[in-house]
């Protein structure tokens, strides 16, 4: 689990700059909402304590011995206020349907988008990052944009219109009250400015210890099998129970400085909402104010002081959204390695040659692993990887399907550059067969059928992926995932579990060389696609594999001296050079002087000791 350092946050600025893009196509809607909220405001805080204010100056003026007659005057005035406060509240009301729709569909944008962007990152990337805490990042993410809209939306900026109002009105009926008022606000602005950096940056810690947590409890209940079966269910509980602790510390030490700020921002509303009063009383006492300019000062000193009040809320609210849009604001700013040229065209693999044109690679923690490496498959022929751990035998096929990228020299198929080709055309001619292989929740008919190819989008925007049966019967019984499927409750259509943990480790090699079959690509790679089989799976599905390779270019990694032994050629590797390379014949002629003939010497129950 990296620490938070290696998982950094973006700064508020590019957080807030990533936010507004994913409004992007629905920005007018949003700023009309702006303005029809605005409206409102408006009609609530400026035309309706005008009219209200009119009505007690004509009150205030009334003569006491004629006071009938006078429903010409106040009958106007109350239809006037009847009317503005009506016209308010359908503003409200619109203002509202105009922010949620365009706010939903950003959110709905920046999920979408930000989902394509995890699938685009690299391999390497993937590799270094933990996937509970980039999943929490994005669901952080996507609930913390809504909050923020929401925020600003019904927070900030009714506040914002508020004082200006109030300020406004009262430099025409009162100025020394807006004075009061102006030196409120200025206080305000004044603490704001110096304590707001200090509760975003708290808040961010909080989150950063937040998301690591979740990070760890997913990643334990993703490995619940390895959690059981090293019995460290108090271990993990411990060292999540520690990360809370931490999380919890965060907050509270968030909670202190938002309420010493809060005090302070207190203080200076209360000094600017009296000296609001005493220019009000003042102004009172010696007949400066009529009874209309006293009430617009009492209603506008304490509808600021509230707003003012409420928007340190809102705002703690907003910066605790922006510290959780920031984490995958910063994976989103992340470069995407592996993309398609501008020009690149798509693959075509009439013959199936692969050629590995002086190849340079390396992890980029560990050195260099290649160093010129150069290794030419032709149509048809079936090669054999075999070497120590770490020798790079993986790591030639991660490139092959650009999950990696070369750094020097070629990698070409059929004389195609691979990275002048798509990705997807790439990956579309390879089968991949992987040591451990990765099955989606879903039916085994669906996962037979995964790279097949979709379907088109339904009414719903779904992609389904198409079964054909009668090829998922065909290369089930190639594969022999027919024999365990006809004893389970729901045949083909039984869900495999998340990573197709309900399957054993065989059922699930079976059903991913079933996959590969059915895909059917010109160039296959298996890499220890036969290591989780029994002994009597294994020379079931061997029987397969050949059928399998017959019509392709294979590139094995492999252990099993049934599937080397038959190889057209082994190439061996070490330390990512070749050292080695010929039939099984060839290179057992070395003896025990050569790398392969060590390993064959070495052989343990049917395997190479690599």
Not at 179 to 191: C, D, E, I, Q, S
Not at 286 to 315: C, D, G, K, M, P
Not at 392 to 420: E, F, H, N, P, Y
Request: hydrophobic share 50%; charged share 20%.
């Amino acid at each position: 689990m990296p620490d938070l350092s290696e998982f950094p946050s973006a700064s508020a600025k590019d957080t807030l700059a990533f936010c507004w893009e994913q409004v992007e196509g629905n920005k007018r809607q949003l700023v009309t909402s702006w303005i029809v909220m605005i409206l409102a405001v408006v009609m609530a805080d400026i035309v309706c304590p005008l009219i209200f204010a009119s009505i007690l100056s004509h009150v205030a003026s009334l003569d006491l011995h004629r006071a009938t007659g006078e429903w010409h005057t106040f009958g106007p005035l109350l239809l006037s206020y009847a009317v503005a406060g009506l016209i308010a509240m359908g503003l409200w009301r619109i203002a509202g349907w105009l922010e949620w729709g365009a706010c939903v569909r950003a959110f709905a944008k920046g999920l979408n988008q930000g989902y394509e962007h995890l699938l685009k990152l690299s391999y390497r990337w993937h590799m270094d990052h933990p996937a509970g805490e980039v999943i929490s990042s994005l669901s952080n993410f996507s609930w913390a944009f809504v909050e923020m809209v929401d925020v600003a939306s019904w927070g900030l900026l009714p506040v914002a219109v508020v004082v200006l109002s109030a300020i406004g009105v009262l430099t025409v009926f009162a100025w020394p009250a807006a004075l009061a008022l102006l030196v409120m606000v200025a206080g305000f602005v004044f603490v704001l400015s110096r304590r707001l950096s200090l509760v975003r940056v708290a808040s961010q810690v909080f989150e950063d210890h937040h998301s690591k947590a979740v990070g760890v409890v997913a990643d334990t209940v993703t490995n619940l099998m390895a959690v059981r079966t090293a019995a460290s269910e108090l271990q993990e509980r411990r060292r999540v129970d520690n990360l809370m602790r931490q999380s919890v510390a965060a907050d509270l030490r968030a909670r202190s400085i938002f309420m010493r700020t809060q005090l302070q921002l207190e203080a200076s509303i209360v000094v600017g909402t009296l000296l609001a009063l005493v220019a009000g009383t003042t102004m009172a006492v010696h007949h400066w104010a009529s009874t209309a300019a006293l009430y617009l000062i009492l209603y506008y000193s304490a509808q600021v002081a509230l707003n003012l009040q409420q928007s340190f809320e809102h705002l703690r609210s907003f910066v605790r959204s922006l510290g959780r849009a920031a984490k995958f604001t910063a994976i989103a700013r992340e470069e995407v390695e592996i993309t398609d040229d501008p020009a690149a065209t798509c693959l075509h693999v009439p013959r199936g040659r692969v050629e590995f044109r002086r190849v340079d690679f390396g992890y980029h923690r560990h050195g260099p692993l290649f160093d010129s490496l150069t290794l030419s498959i032709t149509p048809g022929e079936h090669v054999a990887l075999v070497g120590p751990s770490g020798s790079g035998k993986s790591t030639l096929s991660k490139l092959l399907l650009r999950l990696m990228d070369v750094d020097g020299g070629q990698i070409v198929v059929d004389g195609q550059d691979i990275r002048a080709v798509t990705l997807a055309s790439l990956r579309r001619h390879v089968s991949y067969v992987a040591q451990e292989p990765q099955l989606l929740h879903r039916s085994i008919a669906e996962n037979i059928c995964y790279a097949t190819g979709g379907g088109d989008p339904d009414e719903w925007g779904e992609a389904p992926v198409i079964i054909d049966y009668d090829l998922v019967h065909e290369v089930g019984r190639a594969a022999h995932v027919e024999e365990f499927v006809c004893g389970l409750p729901d045949r083909y259509d039984t869900i495999v579990g998340e990573r197709g943990l309900k399957l054993s480790g065989g059922q699930r090699q079976r059903v991913a060389i079933a996959q590969a079959m059915a895909k059917n690509a010109p160039i296959l790679v298996l890499d220890e696609a036969t290591s989780a089989l029994d002994s009597e799976s294994e020379q079931l599905v061997q029987e397969a594999l050949w059928r399998l390779m017959e019509e392709s270019t294979a590139l094995v990694i492999a252990h099993r001296l049934s599937t080397i032994a038959r190889m057209d050629r082994i190439v061996v590797l070490d330390r990512g050079k070749i050292v080695e390379e010929g039939t099984h014949r060839d290179l057992l002629h070395n003896g025990e002087v050569g790398m392969y003939g060590r390993l064959w010497r070495h052989q343990s129950g049917g395997f190479l000791v690599a």
